[in-house]
């Protein structure tokens, strides 16, 4: 079983739907999680971090479920630009591993 | 403006021949990383380096070497002992703090034909 685990995808998703995918992950040492997204042929970019609290910043919603082991990422009123893969990535608490997900490809369709 | 820089964008070279790619940061960040993507596949950890003059193999190290000669700067030889190099290659560093996430470059496409 893998560390971090995502659905590869792809979510194909009519725009301005909500769509929702999670990253499970095995190791209870893993302490900061994020969210990236990569657009084709180019670097992953930082989206957002996640905190257990939740954490929003327009659109996007990130959430940490610490006793079910998973991050969500929420996208709300999805547009054409938010096609990409997204990738989630744990911390473990030695700070320098870092485990990433092998990321959930998303298609925003007209 | 800080961030990460990889040269070159693209990079071609014959088969048996060493090649070295460029990666320079200029935030002050104590850790770097070397990662390999394919396509449509996820990111492999090549070399990672907490400190200057220390760095440790990832997943996929053999066929690559690198050096940390100084703290801005983590070059990556990808030697003829790689069998399949070509790849998208990612340079990132990491801040010291638990919570601070990683910074990519733009990353180094490498063909070897």
């Known amino acids: 079983r893998k560390e971090v685990e995502q659905d590869p995808g792809p979510f194909n998703v009519p725009e301005g739907a909500t769509v929702a995918f999670n990253c499970t992950y095995s190791?209870?040492?893993?302490?900061?999680f994020f969210w990236y997204r990569q657009d084709c042929r180019k670097e992953p970019k930082l989206l957002m971090s996640v905190y257990s609290s939740g954490n929003e910043d327009g659109r996007f919603t990130a959430q940490l479920n610490k006793a079910s082991q998973y991050i969500s990422l929420l996208i709300r009123d999805s547009k054409l630009s938010d096609s990409a893969t997204y990738l989630c990535v744990a911390i473990m608490d030695s700070n320098y591993q870092l485990i990433w997900g092998a990321g959930t490809k998303l298609i925003i369709k007209p | 403006d800080g961030g990460i820089t990889q040269s070159p964008k693209y990079l071609f070279r014959k088969e048996g021949q060493n090649v070295t790619l460029s990666c320079e940061q200029n935030l002050n960040h104590d850790a770097m990383y070397w990662y390999r993507q394919d396509p449509g596949q996820g990111l492999r950890l090549i070399y990672y380096s907490q400190i200057v003059n220390d760095f440790q193999k990832g997943d996929i190290a053999e066929g690559y070497s690198v050096s940390r000669e100084k703290k801005e700067s983590f070059p990556l030889t990808v030697t003829s002992a790689q069998k399949n190099p070509t790849a998208f290659y990612l340079c990132?560093?990491?801040?010291?703090?638990?919570?601070?996430?990683?910074?990519f470059g733009n990353g180094t496409r490498l063909t070897v034909t």
């Open positions: 990132a560093s990491k801040g010291g703090a638990l919570n601070s996430p990683l910074h």
């Open positions: 190791n209870s040492a893993s302490q900061s």
